[in-house]
């Protein structure tokens, strides 16, 4: 099955661009990488990683990058309600309290935190067997 990342984290991006088809949405929100995996997981994908994964919440990071795997033959009814219910939580987060302006060295730490969440899953030996 062809995996592929979407992410707006650069630091995803840069490691990966050459391993992964990426849709990289460079000025891209959590919540527009969320919607994005949707679009695509509406195009017989399944959800590889969990939208929703790690301990940050939408409303504290920028940054999300997710795995699908790619022309699974059919819709991934699973993988469709795990998404849709992902982006209703993500939107919740975002009404109670928006996502602060932080400054470029927190910015980089939370890059290297979703980051670090990608190469759990890609290192992994199951991966590759998916």
């Not at 995996?3 to 992964?20: P, R």
């Not at 009404?95 to 939370?110: G, S, V, Y």
């Not at 670090?116 to 590759?128: C, T």
């Amino acid at each position: 099955m062809k995996k592929v990342i979407i992410t707006n984290n650069s630091k995803v991006f840069e490691k990966y661009e050459n391993l992964y088809e990426i849709i990289y949405l460079e000025n891209g929100s959590y919540v527009d990488v969320l919607n994005k995996a949707r679009d695509i997981i509406h195009t017989s994908c399944k959800l590889l990683t969990h939208p929703m994964s790690g301990s940050l919440k939408p409303n504290q990071t920028p940054y999300k990058s997710v795995i699908v795997g790619k022309d699974t033959g059919k819709t991934d009814y699973e993988s469709v309600i795990l998404i849709e219910n992902s982006i209703e939580a993500a939107y919740k987060f975002l009404k109670f309290k928006k996502t602060p302006l932080w400054n470029e060295k927190i910015l980089n730490d939370f890059k290297t935190v979703d980051l670090s969440l990608i190469e759990n899953v890609v290192k992994n030996p199951m991966f590759n067997v998916i």
